[in-house]
């Protein structure tokens, strides 16, 4: 299937790619556009919208996109995704930064890496190695819980 987005992609907007490749369509073709732009890509194109203002895979009653993708997808089983989530979660919403003790690092990493790879595909193909590895941590860190 084919996805679209805003362009300049950031902490969800990476983020989001990586959870749809994993869990919900490997096969998954993004597209990166301008915020002007998405209704009519996603007419043209068939292509799901996500992380932009007014889709159904967007920002919804305080949660940002990751979660929202969870939700729809029926995700919500997955603890070790469930904890990557409220990492998301307060990178991308800076009113909640400070919620989790990780959040400021993904930040962090999410402007440097659009600093050296300001190329959406690039940044994304070069992220999700970072998003295997928390995902990986996030997953430890529920099964130490128990």
């Known amino acids: 299937m ?38 009519e890509v ?4 068939g292509a799901i919208p996500f992380d ?6 967007g920002h ?8 929202t993708i969870i939700e729809h997808y029926g995700l919500t089983d997955m603890k070790g995704l469930m904890r990557l989530a409220q990492i998301v979660h307060s990178a ?11 959040a400021a ?8 890496y659009s600093l050296r790879f300001p190329d959406d595909y690039e940044n994304l193909e070069r992220q999700f190695e970072v998003y295997d590895a928390l995902y990986a941590w996030c997953r430890l860190q529920v099964q130490s819980a128990r």
């Open 2 to 39: 084919k996805w679209v987005t805003r362009s300049h992609v950031h902490v969800d907007r990476v983020a989001c790619p990586w959870l749809i490749t994993r869990f919900v369509d490997s096969e998954a073709e993004f597209i990166f556009v301008p915020k002007s732009q998405i209704n």
């Open 42 to 45: 996603a007419e043209e194109t």
């Open 52 to 57: 932009a203002p007014g889709v159904a895979l």
């Open 60 to 67: 919804h009653d305080g949660k940002c996109s990751f979660e």
């Open 92 to 102: 991308d919403v800076k009113a909640d930064r400070d919620d989790d003790p990780i």
């Open 105 to 112: 690092g993904l930040e962090a990493i999410a402007v440097g």
